[in-house]
T-cell receptor, first 116, second 113 residues
Framework: DADVTQTPRNRITKTGKRIMLECSQTKGHDRMYWYRQDPGLGLRLIYYSFDVKDINKGEISDGYSVSRQAQAKFSLSLESAIPNQTALYFC???????????????FGAGSRLTVL | AQSVTQLDSQVPVFEEAPVELRCNYSSSVSVYLFWYVQYPNQGLQLLLKYLSGSTLVKGINGFEAEFNKSQTSFHLRKPSVHISDTAEYFCAVSGSNDYKLSFGAGTTVTVRA
């Protein structure tokens, strides 16, 4: 089994629908992230969570919400999907680095969302 | 805040030829630098990272990168590529006291026989 599992892998939906993308991890990491990938733009951070009680907005959080149901689970919701939210979404995790360590991310395989 | 510029969006290269992917960052503070690779239909995985110490960093699959503080660059190189190196490569930066990565736009490497 993958360390970071995303479901669904592919989803096609219509404008105005509510969509939830789910992420679960077996790494035992405290930190979890949702990124969005668009061609030519790289990855942009939507939300991140450092533990179950800690949720923070990233650089492009408008139109999205998240829920950290447990240390291992972090879901991303689009309350009312719109076409410009068509993208590849990645969940990632990292351990608290401490000291001179760095945040090294472990990524899921991605969830491709198409909003018609 | 840090930002990353990957100077080439597409790099076609023949098998067994060398390749260099260019990355420049902008930051006024100490940084950590990373290269991630994304193979088709997969998530990103870490190729290598620079935290401190030697400016030449070796990673997986024969890749290496050199940190150049004066030029604020972190270029990725491989002396001889294989077909299996066809992928998208992302440079990323974070502050040494920061929690998040800023990614470049990516460079698509296509290796041809």
């Amino acid at each position: 089994d993958a360390d970071v599992t995303q479901t669904p892998r592919n989803r096609i939906t219509k404008t105005g629908k509510r969509i939830m993308l789910e992420c679960s991890q077996t790494k035992g990491h405290d930190r979890m992230y949702w990124y969005r990938q668009d061609p030519g733009l790289g990855l942009r951070l939507i939300y991140y969570s450092f533990d179950v009680k800690d949720i923070n907005k990233g650089e492009i959080s408008d139109g999205y919400s998240v829920s950290r149901q447990a240390q291992a689970k972090f879901s991303l919701s689009l309350e009312s999907a719109i076409p410009n939210q068509t993208a590849l979404y990645f969940c990632a995790t990292s351990d608290y680095p401490g000291g001179a360590g760095a945040n090294v991310l472990t990524f899921g395989a991605g969830s491709r969302l198409t909003v018609l | 805040a840090q930002s990353v510029t990957q100077l080439d969006s597409q790099v076609p290269v023949f098998e067994e030829a060398p390749v260099e992917l260019r990355c420049n960052y902008s930051s006024s503070v100490s940084v950590y630098l990373f290269w991630y690779v994304q193979y088709p239909n997969q998530g990103l995985q870490l190729l290598l990272k620079y935290l401190s110490g030697s400016t030449l960093v070796k990673g997986i699959n024969g890749f290496e990168a050199e940190f150049n503080k004066s030029q604020t660059s972190f270029h990725l190189r491989k002396p001889s590529v294989h077909i299996s190196d066809t992928a998208e490569y992302f440079c990323a930066v974070s502050g040494s006291n920061d929690y998040k990565l800023s990614f470049g736009a990516g460079t698509t490497v296509t290796v041809r026989a």
